[in-house]
């Protein structure tokens, strides 16, 4: 299939890229700005959170990011009840304007695992209020099947935990999961590096969401890019079929005519 | 009059709007959401919803996050 018409579709909108990149985390708005253009990245997250009051002098995020041609994924980052997750979420629909929303309910400050009982619960809250919901969910495969049957638009497995780089932990619970729902499965956290990216699209996922792993990189803007390739590097090797992996050799070239 | 403001203590016009509230604090309305009293109001209403003596007022916008 020609990538052109491999489009992303979630929730009836349809997507060219499948890298989601975060905004937090950069040295500058500017190279924010720089790393998501050339990620080539549509959707793009960002956190809910008070209006500094007293210092009115610094620059605003959206000074630097244009919502008409990016999709704002707002994110509850930080929330670790569904109650606040869910008032986040109201929030963030209306200072955007938009019912999409990447929903993470946190259980625990060390490891920054999903709360998967508090998350069910908002999730199920927001989807009745209208909500287009991303839900953040650790890699497991009967929690993303009751995600997607109580109407969430997607699931976001986590690779590895949140800014941890450590790649595609569970490769086959990943695998499972894109068997067993039928909504875009996207990775979302724990990637580190291009190839990291590419194993989580060679797999058979629909996209990749980071942040740290081209923020916290050495040249983010050069990092970007390298995301952007892998994500069409991995969704083209999936899309090709690899070969099976043997034990043993099979020679590429022909037996015949050797020189006896 | 007094209002919680983002959690801080804060001293504002009486029964003023929460148009003036941010026209006051130079935050434009485009880009911000508004809580009263954990409830939130709709941008449309900015004009017309006057704060209360003891109010608590949260306003939030977007920042950079994953």
């Not at chain 1, 729902?181 to 580190?192: E, F």
């Not at chain 1, 058979?204 to 942040?211: A, E, Q, S």
């Not at chain 2, 508004?34 to 920042?63: C, Q, T, W």
């Amino acid at each position: 299939m020609p990538l052109e018409s491999d489009k992303l579709i979630i929730a009836g909108r349809e997507f060219n890229s499948r890298l989601m990149v975060g905004t937090g985390k950069y040295a500058s708005f500017q190279q924010m700005a720089q790393a998501l253009e050339i990620s080539g990245a549509e959707i793009i997250t960002v956190a809910v959170r008070r209006v500094n009051i007293s210092d009115r002098s610094k620059e605003s995020l959206l000074d630097y990011i244009d919502p008409k041609r990016y999709t704002l994924l707002p994110n509850t980052a930080g929330c670790y009840t569904a109650d606040d997750a869910v008032r986040t979420c109201r929030l963030a629909r209306e200072a955007g304007l938009s019912d999409f929303v990447k929903l993470e309910v946190l259980g625990d400050e060390k490891t920054l695992f999903p709360d998967n009982e508090e998350l069910l619960k908002a999730a199920k809250i927001l989807v009745k209020e209208g909500f287009t919901v991303l839900p953040y969910t650790s890699d497991d495969v009967i929690m993303c099947r009751k995600l997607e049957d109580i109407g969430c638009a997607a699931v976001m497995p986590l690779g590895a935990p949140i800014g941890s780089g450590l790649g595609i932990r569970n490769p086959y619970n990943i695998r499972i999961i894109l068997e067993t729902v039928k909504v875009p499965v996207i990775v979302d956290a724990g990637v580190g590096s291009a190839s990291d990216t590419a194993i989580a699209m060679e797999l058979g996922c629909d996209g990749v969401l980071m942040n740290t792993a081209i923020a916290g990189a050495q040249d983010p803007i050069a990092m970007a890019e390298a995301m952007k390739l892998a994500i069409i590097a991995g969704r083209l090797s999936y899309k090709a079929g690899r070969i099976p992996r043997k034990l043993y050799a099979n020679a590429s070239s022909p037996i015949e005519g050797l020189l006896a | 009059m007094r209002v919680t403001l983002n959690g801080e203590p804060a001293e504002i016009g009486d029964n003023g709007t929460i148009a003036d509230l941010l026209d006051s604090l130079r935050i434009g309305r485009e880009r911000v959401a508004v809580e009263v009293n954990l409830d939130i109001v709709p941008k449309a209403m900015y004009d017309i919803h006057r704060l209360s003596e003891g109010d608590k007022i949260e306003v939030v916008h977007f920042v950079g996050g994953g």
